[in-house]
């Protein structure tokens, strides 16, 4: 079940910031092919590297949400952001939704590190800001129809069930990390957690 696009034909509205993001991450991305693993490994969220000294670190908290750890992962992440951020944009305004959206990541970085502090695997990718969005957006759109490819036919569900479905499966997920099996599986899924509460709660204020 993969959101395909949402039903909003009312709003008259250009997302610049959302369209400004999806253009620096794949940009981004771009550099991370060119550049290597020195690259990313310069910019990525480590969580022992920030334990060692948080101070000299603070930025990857930011910087590690423009990377990606390939084209699906990055494909996957502009789509989210594309249907859903947009409608946030407008609900927050241009300033107030930057803010947002980077704080939403932050946060999922933070709770990825609060218990997996000692790991040395780099954390990358807009998922924890996204999740931030996907909070907003259930909590301010509950009903409102998303379309969905459901294998290969496309259905319309209310948000209330794709996004909560999605939180769901990222919070299941995440109980690997209690087992050993969270690094090997390649995935921060307490950072989704993270983001996604943080945007739940933010949005009461920036609504």
């Not at 940009?27 to 490994?41: N, P, S």
Request: hydrophobic share 55%; no cysteine.
């Amino acid at each position: 079940m993969f959101p395909i696009g949402d039903e909003d034909r009312s709003r008259k509205f250009f997302p610049l910031v959302t369209i400004v993001l999806v253009l620096v991450n794949v940009g981004v991305f771009f550099l991370e092919v060119t550049r290597g693993q020195a690259f990313i490994e310069r910019w990525a969220f480590i969580p022992s590297r920030f334990a060692s000294d948080p101070l000299g670190h603070w930025q990857t908290l930011f910087t590690a949400q423009f990377l990606h750890a390939g084209l699906l992962h990055l494909a996957s992440n502009m789509i989210y952001l594309l249907i859903f951020g947009d409608n946030i944009e407008h609900r927050f305004g241009y300033l107030p939704y930057i803010l947002f959206y980077f704080l939403s990541g932050a946060f999922g970085n933070l709770l990825h590190f609060a218990f997996s502090g000692g790991s040395s695997t780099p954390v990358i990718g807009a998922s924890g800001a996204i999740a931030g969005v996907l909070g907003a957006y259930i909590l301010l759109y509950p009903r409102r129809p998303v379309r969905v490819l459901m294998f290969i036919t496309v259905i319309r569900l209310p948000a209330l069930i794709v996004i909560g479905a999605w939180f769901i499966l990222q919070l299941l997920s995440s109980m690997a990390l209690f087992t050993g099996a969270a690094e090997t599986g390649g995935i921060a899924y307490l950072a989704h957690v993270g983001g996604f509460v943080a945007g739940f709660l933010m949005t009461f204020i920036f609504k």
